[in-house]
DNA sequence: TAGTGGTCTAGACCACCTC
DNA sequence: AGGTGGTCTAGACCACTAC
């Protein structure tokens, strides 16, 4: 038709409208009828600009309501600062962030036996196929689901810490559990990636189109060996993570 | 009219075919008219299907040519080991890395006078709108665009360090250009999220749907301010960030 | 030339929300 | 009841790719 589509104009004219503030005060869209007549397009093409800022994480859309601006409200999270010997692991230390952040935290929690996958067994060093045990949390932030963490420990460890495939919590966190057994974490490998949610993570994070997922996985090692490996996704429109490195007395001076 | 829209079924129907592996050998999916006789819809409805599996960044199209299911190549890059004094920035420990991994790596570059923007601002502790050097790289790796890097400098320090505001390299890298004027840099605060991109980033970065972006924001630090704050965006579906943290012997004995 | 996806329309019916 | 978005159809024409 055009050079450019008219569904793109439709989606650059409202993109643009949206990031010069038009809606702040009310994030309300006009209807689809609405831009139907201003565009001078059916309602279908207006829908196929509007559906292009939805997968573009911009707006979002409700049935009988309406296109919302969408609005963000960022957590972050320290890695670099998250785990030692007298900090305890399993998700003290998201309840203590999340209560300092003033929200209200609570988490389902499951334990279950699997054989290792590709990814976990190449990271565990052990076979593809052995026994893993899998710790499973799902956390939740005032009732909004923020994330899932699967924590997965080689079979070997699991017959020299046996409470660690029983299921309910452990007291006083699996790092201590661990280091009680003689079994200390000494060091991490951290590898994070971004991508489109699975229909599963969807469905767990409540994610709606345009959101991509953050996957952080974390292996802890002793000093010999590979101990754990934890899997954690994040809905990447609310999660910042950081790490800090190195000397930073030069951040803190007038913070 | 169902439970389940049509053009769902349609889109759970191919992605679990895509998860087992049916179309490994020949990733070409049927044409939209062969899935509209094979689901008895409409050219539309069946569109509307493979769009969800677009926009969730499992398969791409192109005119004339058909749907394809998409291959991921993923590249590793270690954050924690990436700058210090005897390893020069400013993009030769990408070129590095990317020459290691066997593929070609090249670059463009730009210096710019840029009043601060809030980020900015508040990572370097200069006010907004205040005078800052951008010095911007867009990488490539065998043609294909690979990241953006931004890197901001605080005005003091241009002034400090005059041929960071001049346009072409500084060949000594630009750590010990700094380090030369007694800047040195002694400890980084990083920041990562993702989301989908903008369209300048897809521009940019040729992005197409369903690929969100990772945000990289490290900021450097002398042993009393902020000297330097570098954002960097990656495609989601090509990079894979690491971190090394603490005592990994055990990583490295059998690898 | 034939087949592929890309764009667009007009109209239908349904489900959800508010009044 | 009336307005909103959600789903679906049938058909048209265009642009690109292959042969």
Chains 1, 2 share one sequence.
């Not at 590898?191 to 959101?211: C, D, H, Q």
């Amino acid at each position: 038709m055009s050079p450019q589509p008219k569904y793109r104009v439709v989606a650059d004219a409202l993109r643009r409208e949206i990031t010069d503030g038009k809606y702040e005060s009310s994030p309300r869209l006009p209807s689809e009828s609405e831009l139907s007549a201003r565009f001078d397009a059916s309602r279908n093409t207006v829908r196929a600009g509007l559906n292009l800022l939805v997968t573009e994480g911009l707006i979002s859309s409700s049935q009988g309501l309406g296109y919302e601006v969408r609005s963000h409200e960022v957590f972050e999270l320290n890695a670099s600062r998250f785990e030692n010997l007298s900090f305890p692991q399993n998700g003290d230390a998201y309840s203590t962030d999340v209560t300092a952040a003033g929200r209200r935290p609570h988490q389902t929690f499951r334990v279950e036996m699997l054989p290792a996958t590709a990814y976990t067994a190449a990271r565990l060093k052990v076979d593809a196929g052995s026994t893993t045990v899998l710790r499973f949390c799902h956390r939740f932030v005032d009732d909004v689901p923020w994330s899932t963490q699967a924590t997965y420990y080689p079979g070997w460890l699991a017959e020299a810490a046996p409470r660690l495939a029983e299921p309910g919590d452990i007291a006083e966190g699996t790092t201590r559990y661990l280091a009680d057994r003689e079994i200390e974490q000494v060091g991490y490998f951290d590898e994070i990636s971004a991508r489109m949610p699975t229909p599963e993570e969807s469905r767990l994070l409540e994610i709606s189109a345009g959101v991509p997922v953050m996957l952080w996985t974390r292996t802890g090692y002793s000093d010999t060996r590979p101990i754990r490996c934890t899997i954690t996704t994040f809905r990447g429109d609310l999660n910042r993570m950081n790490y800090e490195i190195g000397d930073l007395s030069g951040r803190d001076e007038t913070l």
